[in-house]
């Protein structure tokens, strides 16, 4: 079956561009997150959406770092004004529910390079 | 602060030996564990979790022990194979009352197993 697909894959953004990363979930998996992992790093949390509702916004590292999933499937990423410190690859994950065991499943991820 | 720790960086081991991967937490309100491999240019691959009430869980090769008063657990892959090569992150989560199943990963180690 499909897993999480993200696009791009690859961007390169000039420093104060705008972009927007797109992630597809699962079909049917209720929570959707937002990873970001930075060179020699592990994954480190973003942001999390229960459908569509944005439950933990606490990773995000400023107000230029935007998401959203309006009708509680796909999820956009948007980062205004990028910096350099923004060059990561951006990863996407979907869980079933929020039962107790459910495993997040990630996407290939966006790799970002801000010049 | 890390809250998961990987200390080894890398690991090399012979093809049909037992590779075993450390993992240390600090926060005393995880209660779920998982180990994800990935590959270059990919994103994590779920592998094996363990759930705080469990101090073992085997897959095939694969078996995660957890010693909760060490705040320490460990994943056994044997016999390895060439084709386990990559990276393995190991990830922990708070779930009760958190309200976010939000995974804290460590910075990963890089195992290489030789023919």
């Known amino acids: 079956g499909a897993g999480v697909s993200q696009s791009p894959r690859y961007k390169v953004a000039k420093r104060g561009q705008d972009v927007a990363l797109r992630c597809d979930p699962i079909?049917?998996?209720?929570?959707l997150f937002w990873y970001q992992q930075a060179l020699g790093q592990g994954p480190e949390f973003l942001t999390y959406?229960?459908?569509?509702?944005?439950?933990?916004k606490s990773g995000l590292p400023s107000d230029r770092f935007f998401a959203e999933r309006p009708e509680g499937s796909v999820s956009t990423l948007k980062i205004q004004r990028t910096q350099q410190e923004d060059s990561a690859v951006y990863l996407c994950?979907?869980?079933?529910?929020?039962?107790?065991?459910?495993?997040?499943?990630f996407g290939p991820g966006t790799r970002l390079t801000v010049l | 602060d890390q809250q998961v720790k990987q200390n080894s960086p890398s690991l090399s081991v012979q093809e049909g030996r037992i590779s075993i991967l450390n993992c240390d937490y600090t926060?005393?309100?995880?209660?779920?564990f998982l180990w994800y491999k990935k590959y270059p240019a990919e994103g994590p691959t779920f592998l094996i979790s363990?759930?705080?009430?469990?101090d073992k869980n085997e897959d095939g090769r694969f078996t995660v022990f957890l010693n909760k008063s060490a705040k320490h657990l460990s994943l056994h892959i044997v016999p390895s194979q060439p084709g386990d090569s990559a990276v393995y992150f190991c990830?922990?989560?708070?779930?009760?009352?958190?309200?976010?199943?939000?995974?804290?990963f460590g910075k990963g180690t890089k195992l290489t197993v030789n023919p």
């Open positions: 994950a979907s869980s079933l529910s929020l039962s107790s065991a459910d495993t997040q499943y």
């Open positions: 079909s049917g998996h209720v929570s």
């Open positions: 959406f229960q459908n569509e509702a944005q439950l933990d």
């Open positions: 926060n005393s309100m995880f209660d779920y």
């Open positions: 363990i759930s705080s009430i469990k």
């Open positions: 990830a922990a989560s708070a779930r009760r009352g958190s309200g976010s199943e939000k995974l804290v």
